[in-house]
């Protein structure tokens, strides 16, 4: 069993600007305000819910300077990821407004330096994951943490409902949930590498304890009371990408987005996702576990593309090792075993429950026009969870 890699000297995480108490969510402080020389921009976002139910958006587009992404401005992480949903937010709330008529076109004042600080920062110039959770919140009270999820609230929202807040916040928590079990899926690669099975044993128990908690989230958002209609006319079509059945027409047949004075092709990224987020690759590529059947493989590509460059890396160097699921099965422990499969039991609960939010707030609600679009995300859905074997 040598052919195991130690990878303790990962162990912090830090590499991946990734935290032992806070998962996938950013290891230093989220900016909460650009400097002054975007404050142009900085002021849509204060307006941003009002000016899109009202129409004003374009007008206050308009009215915008030509401002520049450089290094001189932006010197470092907070202001940069920022930018990044500073401009997702006013692009996509320009584009998708009147979320059955979608704009075609981003207007150069938005579209340059949102391509740009897309392009300094390794991410696609939509709506990700990553613009609506990682780096878009912020703790009412510090001392309370994460351990109440009304204690956190997003930065930046496109309307004033709490079926937005709320349901970003979930994503939020999810991501802190994980933390413990990323962490422990590093050491538990040192533990093989050493054949030392009981520090196995522990952090296998602590990866099973951060699903469950992953999964417990879901009841929270039953709890709340939330309108999933509301979510999915008012706040969804914010998330759609320039891939969408409504843009298909545009641009000759070419379909997709166009940003001025970046590139005269439009561009095809797609929806932003919950399955964008990095937690469940890593413990995915863990367990052994391949996405690579007809109904999956695809969007687990594209879902790939949509993560922080970091996150991805982290993804791959675990997929590079042996997975734990042959040391397991080599081992002939059944505590080991028992285990192992418990944590797979777990993987796919919460998918099966996530499949069941997904149903309620977005499938159940999609027209009939776009029955194909239901049907693979339906095949999508089912098909992670039928790869955990």
């Known amino acids: 069993m040598s052919e195991y890699i130690d990878l303790s000297q990962y162990e912090n995480l830090l590499e991946f600007d ?64 920022r930018a990044y949903v500073v401009l997702t937010f ?52 510090r001392a309370i943490g994460f351990t109440d999820i009304h204690n956190i609230h997003p930065l930046v929202t496109y309307t004033d409902l709490k079926e937005e807040s709320f349901l970003y916040a979930v994503a939020v928590m999810n991501e802190m949930k994980a933390a413990p079990g990323l962490h422990a899926v590093l050491k538990s690669y040192k533990a093989m590498k050493k054949e030392d099975n009981d520090e196995l044993l522990k952090n ?11 999964a417990a989230l879901f009841k929270l958002i039953k709890r709340e009371s ?14 759609r990408g320039h891939s969408d059945i409504r843009l298909m027409k545009k641009h000759d047949g070419k379909g997709g987005v166009v940003f001025q004075e970046v ?33 999956t493989k695809a969007l687990v590509s594209e879902n ?38 418990e944590i797979k039991r777990k993987i796919k609960d919460f998918r099966h429950k996530h499949h069941g939010i997904a149903s309620t707030y977005m499938l159940q609600q ?11 995300l339906s095949h999508f859905l089912k098909g992670m969870n039928a790869d955990v074997k």
């Open 18 to 81: 990734v935290s032992e108490d806070t998962g996938f969510i950013p290891t230093f402080e989220l900016s909460k305000r650009l400097p002054e020389y975007y404050e142009p921009w900085e002021l849509i976002i204060d307006d941003l819910p009002r000016l899109i139910a009202n129409g004003e958006i374009d007008d206050k587009i308009k009215l915008l300077p030509r401002l520049e992404i450089n290094e001189e401005r932006l010197d470092n992480k907070p202001d940069k990821w």
């Open 90 to 141: 006013i692009g996509q709330g320009f584009l998708w407004r009147d979320g059955e008529n979608p704009r075609d076109t981003v207007p150069a004042v938005i579209a340059v330096p949102w391509a740009n600080i897309s392009k300094d920062l390794g991410m696609p110039p939509v709506a990700t994951h990553a613009t609506a959770c990682l780096f878009n919140f912020a703790l009412r009270d």
């Open 204 to 214: 296998l128990l602590i990866i099973k304890e951060s699903i469950e908690s992953m």
């Open 226 to 239: 939330t309108d999933p209609v509301l979510f999915f006319e008012r706040v969804l079509p914010f998330q």
């Open 263 to 295: 590139s005269e092709e439009p561009k095809h990224h797609g929806n932003a996702s919950a399955a964008e987020s990095s937690t469940l690759p890593v413990f995915d590529a863990f367990l052994g576990v391949v996405h690579d059947g007809v109904d």
């Open 304 to 341: 790939r593309q949509n993560m922080p460059p970091l996150h991805r890396k982290l993804i791959s160097i675990v997929e590079e090792q042996p997975s734990a699921r042959d040391y397991v099965t080599q081992s002939n422990n059944k505590e080991l075993i028992g285990v192992f499969d």
């Open 366 to 376: 999609i027209p009939s026009y776009a029955e194909a679009r239901k049907t693979t």
